[in-house]
């Protein structure tokens, strides 16, 4: 029998990174026997303290094939790892550190305005996540998730609660928010769009999101927040965008959702405003599967031996 395929993922707490690691995992696990151990980072300030952090926790585990890391915090430790045990550093997202450091870059399109010709860079449609690949039937679950200000955008409570108004008239949906999202908005729409079920995120598991995107039909999500989107995406629900105010004219999030927008793959609420109706995806997005396909056809663990 194989050996598993022994992976770290080093996270500094942060679901939306977290998240972004654990897709790749799941998704190399699909194909291959995996063991996999997390080292958390989180509340460690400075670098020589996170360093020392994780050599100290990676003490009592065995020797890995992979070391997966997303956020900057994690980036100086991860390296350090890899060189250490000798493994192969894969960084999520475009690292604060040089990217030939790295032994694979998993980064999404819009951090590139001008494309990216390394050799050690996989370029991927939005964040990794861990939706897993959708069922054939049985789908007709209604989403709706919403972000909060962020750097690109702002909030306008009222105007998305008349917005929410309008698209859950039809049918029965469950909404769910995010650690940006103000406080007191999800009591808001209980008291005036009480046929919208509320789960606030402080009350769901990690697993709770993506078991619901894998049997939604439609999902809505607001349009600050890429990470939902590219999740929604991926479950290969049709889309819609709630618009939320913008704090510039032109981003790297605006750019990329505009793409998205022009493909068919989600549907502005203006849109949907003259027709009713979502526009089906022209594909699924399975950025997760393609990633680890690509790793291990690199051969990123060659040397290791089939055990009989």
Not at 80 to 106: E, T, Y
Not at 209 to 220: F, I, N, S, Y
Request: with cysteine; hydrophobic share 40%; aromatic share 4%.
């Amino acid at each position: 029998m194989t050996k598993p395929l022994t992976l770290w993922l080093l996270g500094d707490g942060k679901p939306g990174h977290e998240n972004q690691s654990l897709g790749l995992a799941d998704a190399l696990a699909r194909r291959v026997p995996c063991e996999v151990h997390r080292i958390s980072l989180a509340g460690k300030r400075g670098i020589v303290t996170r360093v020392r952090a994780a050599l100290k926790v990676s003490e009592r585990l065995p020797k890995p094939d992979l070391i997966i890391g997303a956020g900057h915090a994690t980036h100086f430790a991860l390296l350090r790892l890899a060189r250490k045990h000798r493994a192969k550093s894969i960084v999520l997202m475009r690292p604060s550190l040089p990217m030939g450091w790295f032994d694979l870059c998993i980064v999404p399109a819009h951090d590139f305005a001008n494309g990216c010709g390394r050799e050690n860079v996989i370029i991927t449609q939005g964040a990794l996540n861990r939706v897993s690949p959708p069922p054939i039937s049985g789908r007709n679950g209604k989403m709706i998730l919403i972000g909060g200000p962020s750097s690109s955008h702002g909030w306008d409570g009222e105007s998305l609660l008349a917005t929410l108004a309008e698209i859950s008239k039809d049918g029965s949906w469950q909404l769910t928010d995010s650690r940006r999202t103000p406080d007191g908005f999800t009591d808001e729409i209980r008291r005036k769009l009480p046929a919208i079920e509320v789960f606030p995120h402080q009350q769901t598991t990690p697993e709770w999101l993506p078991g619901k995107l894998a049997t939604a039909e439609e999902v809505w999500v607001s349009e600050d927040s890429v990470s939902m989107i590219y999740e929604a995406l991926s479950s290969g629900a049709r889309t819609g965008l709630l618009p939320v105010p913008r704090l510039a004219e032109s981003s790297r999030v605006l750019r990329g959702l505009e793409n998205l927008v022009n493909d068919g793959f989600i549907t502005p609420f203006s849109d949907w405003e003259k027709t009713g109706r979502l526009k089906a995806p022209p594909s699924i997005l399975r950025e997760a599967d393609r990633c680890a396909d690509e790793v291990l056809r690199r051969d990123t663990t060659r040397g290791r031996q089939a055990e009989a």
